[in-house]
């Protein structure tokens, strides 16, 4: 069987959202997607820990900023608590036992939370002179430039030192979870790319899912993540 690739979902009233193009990328490059609606139910973070052989933490609201010690700031937008912690266990459960994470936009930034990292609230108050993170292009289109680092295992996937990428937010990693280092950023110094040494945890703040089908190096992203967790599967 194909890699089972669990992809979280936002939630709004009784309703469940995600776009289709996660799931997509995730069938072309290889994996079968499993969509994970929230749930405080903690025996079920177990069973898809076990089940799954990878995790995609996709794009949405912001991050209580309870998570990280502080206190909410003007410009924080919708936050969903019980999201919060369903993902923010999922990514801790899926770092102890070693299996793949891609986290996308504001996965990235729970992924750099799950680490012990912080983000900040946004963009607009706390760096003023940062770029417009937020296109007004539309969203299959590239936006502004970021920096690769030639070390890095973003970098030996993306095959380019710099390239232009999409751009929906307002939020931003700020001081790095343990372990995690900064593998791109954008020209104002706004952390774009963040990976862990050992074995396939990697983070992007731009949106891949909406630019694979027309840029060869952001379909390979999502090609090495679904490798990786077949290579998970097969050792289990």
Known sequence: MKPLIGITCGQEQERLFITRYYGEAIQKAGGIPVLLPVTGDQRLFGDYEQLLDGLLLTGGDDLDPALFGEEPL???????????????????????????????????????????????????????????????????????????????????????????????????????????????????????GIERENGFVLGVQWHPELLWQDHEEQERLFVAFVKAAGRIKKES
Do not use: W
């Open 74 to 192: 003007r410009g924080l937008g919708p936050v969903d608590p019980e999201r919060d912690f369903f993902e923010l266990e999922l990514c801790r459960r899926f770092a102890v036992s070693h299996k793949p994470v891609f986290g996308i936009c504001r996965g990235m930034q729970v992924l750099n939370v799950a680490y012990g990292g912080t983000i900040y609230q946004d963009l607009l108050r706390q760096l003023p002179d940062s770029l417009e993170h937020r296109q007004k292009a539309p969203k299959n289109r590239v936006s502004h430039r970021v920096t690769v680092e030639n070390s890095s295992l973003l970098r030996g996937l993306l095959k380019q030192s710099t390239l232009r990428v999409n751009s929906f937010h307002h939020q931003a990693v700020k001081d790095l979870g343990a372990g995690l280092k900064a593998v791109a950023v954008a020209s104002d110094g706004v952390i774009e």
